[in-house]
């Protein structure tokens, strides 16, 4: 199913994007839920894919983690079931995450999707991401908080952050097309009434803190002349044990130097932004395919298609792709981006044959028919 998303974007930016949350009813008409709770449980059976089971039996808050080998024992209600990413493992969920294209791709995190059963919830808290909560099937309370407030917050237990009370902005229920949106840093609770599937389709960016630790690590290894400071027009200071302002902002220059040297920040933002932020299901070829080999399945009509949420982008002049840079040039980064499913007459240029080759033996792209 192809879905389609009713949102002026345009109002819904100026509005509301990392201001404040807002319920958007039947953004998604006549919903279909992409997959089932018995399908969620069994990824949730895999070792690869991040899950949890969170509980509140009797006011007792309890997180269990995947993967799970059975579901017994969990009563029939306030227990949930939330999957990470499925969106790197489901091709029907993943389809929801299509909408949310036009959104800055190296912001989107992943698909969580959450089965609950009555009375069940995660508990109050705040994430340090935006997220497009869409309800499929069932029906949830939400309460949301304003942000920017001074919330307190508490482990109701060692992997659950809850908040203080918060004064709810929004208290409402939603059904199956409706969508919440939350900006970070607003507190909510979703409440199951009965049982309910959503879907959480999560946009994230990194802190300096990390961002600046990370650069520096991509320094350290593609830099290795050291760059020391100099001063050769130092003149003897009143006070040798000050550091003189004039020598700090040299310092600091030094350093936004770097930062601001595209041919190094670009790289590593590139490399660094398209790093999967959760499992991929890659598969590197076993045995792994020559040149004409592939081009000749190409040619016989095989089809390539990309593994599902791969981080592809564009830095620059440059494309990049789990963490690699891409060589070749933009017109076919550009198709890359854009199409997940290929065929001989888009790269049959040798150079770019090449380059599939090696994607292909590491398992970005595979053959779905030989
Ligand atoms: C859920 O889907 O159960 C929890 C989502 C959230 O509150 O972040
Ligand atoms: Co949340």
Known sequence: ???????????????YWQKKPVILRKAFANFIDPI?????????????IDSRIVSNKNGIWDAQFGPFTQYD???????????????????????LIEPFKCLPQWQFDDLMISYAT????????????????????????????????????????????HVEDYQPIIDEEITAGDIL???LGCPHNGVSIGESLSYSVGFITQTSQTLLSNFADYIIDNLPTAIYYQDKDLKLPNDPYQVQPYELA????????????PKLFNDWFGKHITIPMHDLNIIPVETPYDYYEFE?????????????????????????IHGEKI????????????????????????????????????????????
């Not at 109050?124 to 935006?130: E, F, S």
């Open 118 to 161: 009555q009375g069940a919830g995660v508990g109050p808290h705040i994430d340090n991401y935006d997220v497009f909560i869409i309800q499929g099937m069932g029906r949830r309370r939400w309460q949301v908080g304003d942000r920017n407030q001074n919330y307190k917050q508490y482990s109701a237990h060692k992997a659950l952050l």
């Open 73 to 95: 024992d969990l009563g029939e209600d306030h227990w949930s079931l939330l999957v990470q990413a499925v969106d790197h493992w489901h091709t029907q969920a993943a389809r």
């Open 250 to 261: 040299k310092i600091q220059d030094q350093l936004i130097d770097l930062i601001k040297t």
């Open 36 to 48: 089932t709770p018995d399908e969620l449980a069994g990824l949730a059976m895999e070792e690869e």
């Open 296 to 320: 000749s399945l190409l040619k016989n009509g095989a089809q390539l298609h990309r593994v599902p949420s791969i981080r592809i982008l564009k830095v620059g002049d440059f494309g990049y």
């Open 327 to 370: 060589d070749l040039p933009m017109p076919i980064i550009d198709l890359l981006c854009k199409t997940d499913t290929l065929c001989y007459q888009q790269i049959q240029d040798k150079n770019t044959l090449q380059v599939m080759l090696d994607f292909v033996n590491k398992g970005y792209w595979y053959f779905t028919e030989e």
């Open 1 to 15: 199913m192809n879905y389609k998303l009713a949102i002026d974007w345009d109002d819904f930016l100026t509005n």
């Open 181 to 183: 949106y939350i900006p």
